[in-house]
């Protein structure tokens, strides 16, 4: 398995580590939510040629592999990339984005190609694409219309439906009407996973203000996996997180994403362990973003809960 450029010693590593675990928390604690954080993540790989071929290479079948879908290029490389990634044992989550849905004969179809290959989970998004293919303008309609074929014989394998969460807001939509919409379509999903961010303490006071709101489905914190800082950057600003992306910039880790090597999400993880039993407000889990960075992304994760597990880089 290859190593992660600038982060290839088990030096620097665990002076990563070290940083990410502040003095005066307890050790075994803090290793102890970390890993558990770290034992399951949920990965997300974009579906383009070769993308089989590395989930296998670097990915442990006991992960769940989501598959991102683009306006550009339509829901089948989704589907196909989800079947195949099932028939080979991977928990695969596709990713429905509403405004590639046509209508409502072409979401039983989608929901039947899933349901014969064993999906069992799916996350729902409205779509990059400004334009609707069909009738379905937004995640809360395709949701409404889900519900509507899961309560007949459409789709018998679907268990757990995910919906988006965005710390940082949306840059096309308000945060008064995100909070609608995810009051609204809290009755019929599973779990939130959080937009890509960089700063702890915003998702902390986004869990928060959720719970506020009586939002109680858990959370998956999005986070950026182990990848090329360049890639990290284009995406981070595309997307509306340049808030927590200054943030990082300010923090020691900001000034490691500067570095040569790649980013590792070491410091946010540090940042999130004290709350991942706390409570309301606890994390699930984590939805590691890897821009198919996967062995990058995997080998970071073994390194980590290697060292976790002998307590390398604590006091």
Known sequence: MSTVTGFSDSTSAA?????????????????????GLLLRPRYEVLPLAGTLEQ???HVPTALP??????????????????????????SAVPHL??????????????????????????FVVAGDGTTPVGQFTDSLHLLTAMERQ????????????????????????????LDHALLAKQ??????????????????????????LGI??????????AVDRMRLLRIAGRIGVGTSLRFLNKQKEGRRLLRRGGYRPDDLLGGLTPHTACGDRRVAGLHVYTFNDLAAT????????????DGSGHD
Do not use: K
Request: aromatic content about 4%; some cysteine.
């Open 150 to 177: 899961r309560r007949s014989a459409s789709s018998q394998s679907l268990r757990s439906v995910g919906v988006a969460g965005y710390p940082e807001g949306n840059p096309l939509v308000s945060d008064a009407e």
């Open 65 to 90: 592999v989501t598959v991102t879908a683009s306006p550009a290029r339509g829901l089948e490389p989704t589907l196909r990339l989800t079947e195949s990634l099932a028939l080979e044992g991977f």
């Open 97 to 122: 984005a509403a405004r590639l849905v046509h209508d409502e004969l072409h979401l039983a179809e989608i929901l039947g190609r899933l349901d014969a290959v064993g999906v069992r989970d799916v």
């Open 298 to 309: 995997e080998h970071w994760r073994r390194e980590l809960l290697d060292m976790l597990a």
């Open 187 to 212: 009755p019929m999903s599973s779990y939130v996973v959080t937009q890509m961010c960089f700063d702890a303490g915003a998702i902390h006071r986004w869990i928060g203000h959720a719970r506020g």
């Open 15 to 35: 002076a990563t580590l070290s940083d990410a675990v502040p003095e005066g928390r307890p050790d075994a604690g803090r290793r102890h939510g970390l890993t």
């Open 55 to 57: 989930v296998q290479r």
């Open 216 to 225: 109680r489905l858990p959370v998956h914190v999005g986070v950026a996996g």
